[in-house]
């Protein structure tokens, strides 16, 4: 197992698709019942071992900077006020000081450009990407990728099978060998036509990465829809970086979406003893 202490998180979106509720809150600022959908993404990170947290920010996010910093008034006032609970959940979100980065994407030129923003801040090691549009629920993503991530330079990709016509949402597998939870690839498309999809083995927003992604990224090639593509940069690096494509045990919303922020907070309030009544009394009033 390769130890990995480093994430980036591309948080410069502009939420176009949850559209007006992202009009004035960055979308990952979300909440998916108490939790906004990138504390979310922190947690599962820290879980797997991640001690350093980059975020690609579009430099007007300042309330993601507020969340993630500790507000000493507030906790004293509700240390004060004896709310122990509230006093460790607000504790609990924030990063410690120099372990949480921020670097600048100018313009929105994709998702491998809003990696590429973060190499310096990466240095010369592997590194994870979590895009937090995917929520992913249960054990830690990350943590059972690392568990699978035995080469230093390997390319290991969370992956779940979607339905043929869904591929062009996705970066897809072109797979090679697939035993059920590790499949060996021959290469990688950005969001295929379903006619000429390799498989319909999809990229899910996790990934660990070699530095070496790095060099294609450096040569800001423009892919599908016009963007700099990470799946592309992905690609480019097979041959000495080999693709592993890892199913997860955890269930992923596309948070991006209305549809899947509502399955999120159902299923996330499910999970929480507190909820859970609330949301199956309203059910069976709701009909
Ligand atoms: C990005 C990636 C894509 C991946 C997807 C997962 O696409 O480019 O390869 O499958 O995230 O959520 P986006 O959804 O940002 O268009």
């Not at 998702?111 to 979590?130: D, I, K, S």
């Amino acid at each position: 197992m390769t130890a990995v202490k480093t994430a980036v998180f591309p948080v410069a979106g502009m939420g176009t698709r949850t559209l007006p509720a992202t009009k004035a809150i960055p979308k990952e600022l979300l909440t998916i019942v108490d939790k906004p959908v990138l504390q979310l993404a922190v947690e599962e990170a820290r879980a797997g071992g991640i001690e350093r947290f980059v975020f690609v920010t579009s430099g007007i996010k300042t309330a993601i900077a507020t969340h993630f910093r500790r507000d000493i008034a507030l906790e004293k006032k509700l240390e004060a006020k004896n709310k122990m609970d509230i006093l460790d959940a607000v504790k609990g979100a924030a990063i410690p000081e120099g372990d949480l980065l921020f670097v600048e994407q100018h313009e929105a030129l994709g998702l491998g450009h809003a990696v590429w923003c973060a190499r310096h801040a990466v240095g010369n090691q592997p590194f994870a990407v979590l895009l937090p549009d995917d929520a992913i629920q249960g054990e830690s993503s990350i943590k059972e990728m690392l568990a699978h991530h035995t080469d230093p330079k390997q390319q290991s990709i969370a992956v779940m099978e979607v339905p043929l016509e869904d591929t062009k949402k996705y970066g897809v597998l072109d797979v090679e060998t697939d035993d059920g939870k590790v499949a060996t690839a021959k290469g990688m498309v950005e969001k295929p036509d379903p006619s000429v999809a390799p498989s319909r083995l999809a990229v899910v927003g996790r990934y660990i990465l070699p530095p070496e992604i790095f060099h294609p990224l450096n040569e800001k090639k423009l892919g599908a829809g016009n963007e700099i593509q990470l799946t592309d940069a992905i690609d480019a690096i097979k041959g000495e970086c080999p693709i592993r494509g890892i199913r997860f045990s955890g269930r992923r919303f596309d948070c991006g979406s209305k549809k899947g922020f509502v399955e999120a907070n159902v299923a996330y309030g499910m999970a929480d003893p507190e909820v859970r009544p609330v949301i199956e009394n309203l059910l069976k009033t709701l009909g």
